[in-house]
């Protein structure tokens, strides 16, 4: 049991422990019945929160001045990932969907594509701000993982 539990805590971890870009690295991967999604990567729910950290992710390394609520962000991810479990994925699924390079590369893209639609030009870092200050004042989930520094 114990090596068990030394797993879950490692995978969250993983999600979160070391910022945003971790907490993307979140969890994702197998089958679940109840919602009928085969993969980690068909559950709606989960892949938006995913993207919801990479966006945050992207803003905070991309604006000086906006920095990522590391214990929210930690919290977020953990909660991302009891979904996953919940849902009938196991700790290695988990494990092995984090490890994905693809499924990383898939989500920051869709990041990009938020961002992008929402006014942000990828090369300009003030553009990343003001997303970055828009989210943080309607106090969207994103806005929830950033603060002004």
Known sequence: ???????????????????????????????????????????????????????GDLIRTNCSTISARMVSAYFFARGLEAKAKAAGFSDDEIEAFVEDKAEKARVMSAARRYLVARGVDLDVPDSYCQAGYYEIERNSQIGVLLKAK
């Open 1 to 55: 049991m114990m090596k068990q539990s030394q797993h879950g805590q490692g995978a969250g971890r993983r999600l979160a422990g070391g910022g945003l870009a971790a907490a993307l690295a979140l969890c994702l991967t197998a089958a679940t019945g109840a919602a009928g999604a085969n993969s980690l990567r068909d559950h709606k729910e989960i892949n938006n929160g995913l993207t919801v950290i990479a966006v």
